[in-house]
Every structure is written in structure tokens, then in C-alpha cells.
């Protein structure tokens, strides 16, 4: 099983790029994960938010492997505890799909993606800049891999 974060943005700031690289590379092994941005929607000074919106969800779902098992980040989704992720991952590999974690933009996902997802997971009730959602992903599906392998990586 492989995983692919599709993140609305570019050009992450370098301590971001930093840390997720650095859960990427402890991920490897367990749960390869690849990180595909997607350019955002032109917003602004008499531009329409609800285009720049679909533009994105557009390009977000083109970015979508095949067959995946797709979760989007948003604040309406189901929050887990770093045990029930691991138990939630666990419930995912037993599928034997690839995973799709999708960020969307500043106003978040448009319905085409909303539908196009099988479920949501939310970070929490705190409003994050969507590059740090990108870090702390990587963090806790780490975790959530160190807890189902018995290694001592989460000390609760």
C-alpha cells in the first residue's frame, strides 16, 4: 500500500519541506508516501472564489491514483485519537488500496471532491495553515505505523 498527499499550494516554506521530507524518509518502509501539490486557484481582487475553488478540485482530482481510497482533511471530518488512526490505517491496508489524502484551498474542498471522497478526517477543532496540515498528516501517519509495529516512537 502506498499513500499520496495531494495538497492544494506550492512552494511549501523550507522548515515544512524539511520536516515532511523527514516523516517521508521514516515512512518509507511502512507506508510510502508521495506528495503531489496542486497549483491554486487565481483568487483576489474580482476574482470569483467559487471558480478558483472548482479549478482546484479540478486539478485535485486529476492528481487521484486509480482505485485509491480517498480521505480528505476538513474540519467536518471524523477526528481520531493517534490510536484509533492506527486503527482506522490498520482498517485501510486491510483493503489492499492505495490511499489519496487530499488539502484543499483557502475556502477547502469543493463538492466534486467532497463527493469523489470515502470519508474525512479532521486534525481537530484548531484552524491550521494548510502547509502545517501537511506536516502534522506525515507526523501522525507515522505514528499511527510506529503503534501498529510495537515501536516505541509513541509514548503515551
Known amino acids: 500500500m502506498k499513500a499520496r498527499l495531494i495538497a ?7 522548515w515544512v519541506a524539511s520536516g515532511f521530507s523527514e516523516y517521508q524518509k521514516r515512512l518509507s518502509h511502512w507506508l510510502p508516501l508521495e506528495l503531489a501539490e496542486v497549483a491554486p486557484g487565481l483568487r483576489g481582487k474580482g476574482r470569483d472564489a467559487a471558480r478558483a475553488m472548482s479549478d482546484e478540485g479540478t486539478r485535485v482530482l486529476a492528481a487521484l491514483p486509480k482505485q485509491a481510497h480517498v480521505v480528505t ?3 467536518r471530518g471524523k477526528p481520531y485519537s493517534s490510536e484509533q488512526l492506527a486503527q482506522r490505517l ?10 489519496a489524502f487530499l488539502i484543499g484551498g483557502p475556502e477547502g ?5 467532497i463527493a ?16 502545517l496540515v501537511r506536516l502534522v498528516l506525515a507526523e501522525q501517519l507515522y505514528r499511527a505505523c510506529s503503534l501498529l509495529a510495537n515501536h516505541p516512537y509513541h509514548r503515551a
Open 8 to 14: 492544494v499550494g506550492e512552494r511549501a516554506p523550507d
Open 73 to 75: 482533511l476538513d474540519g
Open 90 to 99: 490498520e482498517a485501510w491496508r486491510q483493503q489492499g488500496r492505495d490511499l
Open 109 to 113: 474542498h469543493p463538492p466534486e471532491v
Open 116 to 131: 469523489a471522497a470515502n470519508e474525512s478526517w479532521s486534525l481537530g477543532p484548531l484552524t491550521l495553515p494548510h502547509m
